[in-house]
């Protein structure tokens, strides 16, 4: 099992930035997929942004491309959510989310396919 810590989360104005941190420990040996998803009040958790093992693909949700990137410099350290020009809309808990093993690009979308989660860290931007 992995253990994810997120940070970086905050306050901030519309237009803003943040940075998004998300640390696995447990299994340092492993690489692992990782991903952002994120959970608004009254609302479903979607996805947001994910990397590959490799680092190579890096699928994102529409609704961020563009404004957001993640980022890692390799399978065991930390993986980043650079997030621009953010909207009120933003706002959300963001959760940070592992997968083991090998699968495909689109996978990467679907939270049902990563094997351990962190704890969340809330975005919240005003207008």
């Known amino acids: 099992q992995v253990q994810l810590v997120e940070s970086g989360g905050g306050l901030v104005q519309a237009g803003g930035s943040l940075i998004l941190s998300c640390t696995p420990s447990?299994?340092?040996?492993?690489?692992?997929?990782m991903g952002w998803f994120r959970q608004a009040p009254g609302k479903e958790r979607e996805f947001v942004a994910a990397?590959?093992?490799?680092?190579?693909?890096?699928p994102y949700a529409d609704s961020v491309k563009g404004r957001f990137t993640i980022s890692r410099a390799n399978g065991k350290n930390p993986v980043y959510l650079q997030m621009n020009s953010l909207k009120p809309e933003d706002t959300a808990v963001y959760y940070c989310?592992?997968?083991?093993?090998?699968?495909?690009?689109?996978?990467?979308?679907?939270?049902?396919?990563?094997?351990?989660w962190g704890q969340g860290t809330q975005v919240t931007v005003s207008s």
């Open positions: 447990g299994r340092p040996d492993n690489n692992y997929a």
């Open positions: 990397i590959s093992i490799s680092g190579n693909d890096t």
């Open positions: 989310a592992a997968r083991r093993g090998p699968g495909s690009v689109r996978s990467l979308r679907i939270e049902s396919t990563y094997d351990d």
